[in-house]
């Protein structure tokens, strides 16, 4: 297998070259993940069939952008035996998942030189259950994105950094700050299973086939 990056000189160039295939984002919803995307609307969306909501210019999106570096220089003055390194609009391929494009948010050397995924998070928290996504776990979407990054670019272990913002009852705004840590020889199944899942949706896309719908869990 063989892992390479390319970078765009805009995100207008990045975007188009997202509707090559499936990103990091997207994997969840292949596989009934993703709660805010199905399967088959993926689908529509790749065959062209239907545009995707515009959620550029929503505040979570905005916050999450702009918050993206900072959280980064943060991580790696909390990690200082790891390298941490970032190109902007990259786009990650690999020769054994033709369908597959990831965009990173970073990538790691450890202190043993191992390579790492780096993932940022940002969350807002609305009501108490919103908690439990996150306690002493990956919400799941996120988590296929992690496998899905460390698939492509052959990565040993992952590190997502969630941002969670919320509100105390008494209406003060606070955030907290959760790391997670994933190593690939725990998650080689479901790395395996997401992978084979991907190559099946992207035939899909490829021969103009709808996909059979696949629901969430509830």
């Given at each position: 297998m063989t892992a390479i990056m390319?970078?765009?000189?805009?995100?207008?160039?990045?975007?188009?070259?997202?509707?090559?295939?499936?990103?990091?984002?997207?994997?969840?919803a292949v596989i009934g993940q993703n709660p805010w995307c199905s399967n088959v609307e993926l689908w529509e969306y790749k065959t062209g069939r239907a545009e995707r909501?515009?959620?550029?210019?929503?505040?979570?999106?905005?916050?999450?952008?702009?918050?993206?570096?900072?959280?980064?220089?943060?991580y790696a003055l909390d990690h200082e035996n790891y390298s941490v390194y970032h190109a902007e609009f990259n786009s990650w391929s690999n020769d054994?998942?033709?369908?597959?494009?990831?965009?990173l948010d970073g990538w790691l050397h450890d202190d043993k030189g191992r390579l790492g995924v780096l993932?940022?998070?940002?969350?807002?928290?609305?009501?108490?259950?919103?908690?439990?996504?996150?306690?002493n776990k990956i919400p799941p979407n996120y988590y296929c994105q992690c496998l899905f990054y460390m698939a492509v670019i052959e990565a040993e272990f992952a590190?997502?950094?969630?941002?969670?913002?919320?509100?105390?009852?008494?209406?003060?705004?606070?955030?907290?700050?959760?790391?997670?840590?994933?190593?690939?020889?725990d998650v080689e199944d479901d790395i395996a299973y997401l992978m084979t899942e991907g190559a099946k949706f992207w035939e899909k896309v490829e021969k103009d086939e709808r996909p059979a719908a696949i629901l969430p869990d509830i």
């Open positions: 390319q970078t765009f000189d805009s995100r207008e160039a990045w975007l188009k070259n997202r509707f090559k295939g499936v990103g990091g984002s997207e994997i969840a909501p515009a959620v550029s210019n929503e505040e979570a999106v905005r916050y999450g952008r702009n918050a993206e570096g900072l959280i980064r220089t943060l054994a998942y033709p369908w597959a494009l990831a965009s993932e940022i998070k940002t969350s807002e928290i609305q009501r108490a259950a919103d908690w439990e996504k996150w306690n590190d997502l950094r969630a941002h969670i913002r919320y509100t105390t009852a008494d209406g003060e705004r606070r955030a907290t700050i959760r790391d997670y840590h994933i190593e690939r020889a």
